[in-house]
């Protein structure tokens, strides 16, 4: 199947590289799942993403989590997600001043380096877009800004005016490709698609396959739900890397969400 033919208005509607070969990534591994390698040690995560790797569309880190990170360890992780082609995502949720953020790029992680993709909260001004950019231009790298626009976890703020403001902000801007919005009610998805349009893509935390509520305050939704209701990629962490088989795990949420792109886009 041809990425077009799948991702229809998405397809036609976005040409930043960075969104094109995430969907021609996921049309290939026919999987929408961006693996959420929560792992605190450097060998279980690259084991980890050795192991699901054919399954996945993308592959999200929180480096500050890994306890034995090295430079020379990450560069595996990198040539790991470079394998099967994946956007290596960090999620560090930057949300400082346009010019620390840009410092924050490059520091003790070098993320500028290696990421693909990072997320930030437009909470501090738009300016914050342009220095995740500049930190990529210093080291000749193209990358694209995911905007929080919306959290899956209980009591979170980010609704309303707010939520309003950041997706009018990110619409206008080369550097965001897309928004996080809310796995986790199919509901708010909806009508944050409504608000995005088709030109940005959303990716949804907060999904399993077993819906209700996860550990201190996270909510889970359905994938199916959350794809239909306008997710471009659904990121699972526990519902693989707690599975007692990540592998077989890895291929249902593969599979959960690429019929569900079928569905959605009556391919
Ligand atoms: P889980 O194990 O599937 O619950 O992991 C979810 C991951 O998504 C984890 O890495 C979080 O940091 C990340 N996340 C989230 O859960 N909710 C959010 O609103 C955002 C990110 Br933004």
Redesign the pocket.
Same mark, same amino acid.
């Given at each position: 199947m041809e990425p077009a033919e799948v991702w229809g208005e998405r397809w036609a509607a976005m040409n930043a590289p960075i969104a094109r070969q995430y969907m021609t990534a996921a049309t290939r591994s026919q999987s929408l799942v961006c693996l959420?390698a929560?792992r605190t040690k450097m060998s279980d995560l690259l084991a980890l993403v050795r192991s699901v790797g054919p399954s996945l569309a993308a592959l =999200?880190t929180?480096v500050d989590v890994v306890e034995d990170w090295t430079k020379e360890g990450w560069a595996e992780v990198r040539a790991a997600a470079d394998e099967v082609d994946l956007l290596l995502f960090e999620?560090r =949720?930057f949300a400082d001043i346009g010019g620390i953020t840009q410092k924050q790029m490059h520091g003790l992680y070098g993320v500028a380096e290696w990421a693909d993709l990072v997320?930030a909260h437009l909470i501090s001004g738009p300016d914050i877009v342009d220095g995740c950019m500049a930190a990529w231009a210093d080291v000749g790298r193209d990358g694209g800004v995911l905007l929080?626009a $919306?959290? +899956? +976890?209980r009591g !979170?703020l980010l609704a309303g005016p707010y939520s309003d403001a950041v997706v009018a902000h990110g619409r206008g801007h080369d550097g965001v490709v897309g928004f996080?919005g !809310?796995g986790s009610r199919p509901e708010e998805l909806r009508d944050l698609r409504g608000r995005v349009g088709e030109g940005r893509m959303i990716w949804t935390?907060?999904?399993?396959l077993a819906v209700g509520d996860?550990a201190m305050g $996270?909510r889970?939704g359905h994938p199916r739900e959350a794809v239909l209701a306008g997710s471009d990629a659904i990121?699972?962490? +526990?519902?693989i890397? =707690?599975a007692e088989d990540p592998v077989a795990a890895a291929k249902a949420y593969a599979e959960a969400s690429w019929q569900a792109l079928l569905e959605r886009s009556g391919a």
């Open positions: 959420a929560d =999200k929180h999620d =949720k997320t929080l $919306q959290m +899956s +976890s !979170n996080i !809310n935390p907060g999904v399993n996860g $996270q889970y990121i699972v962490g +526990s519902g890397h =707690k």
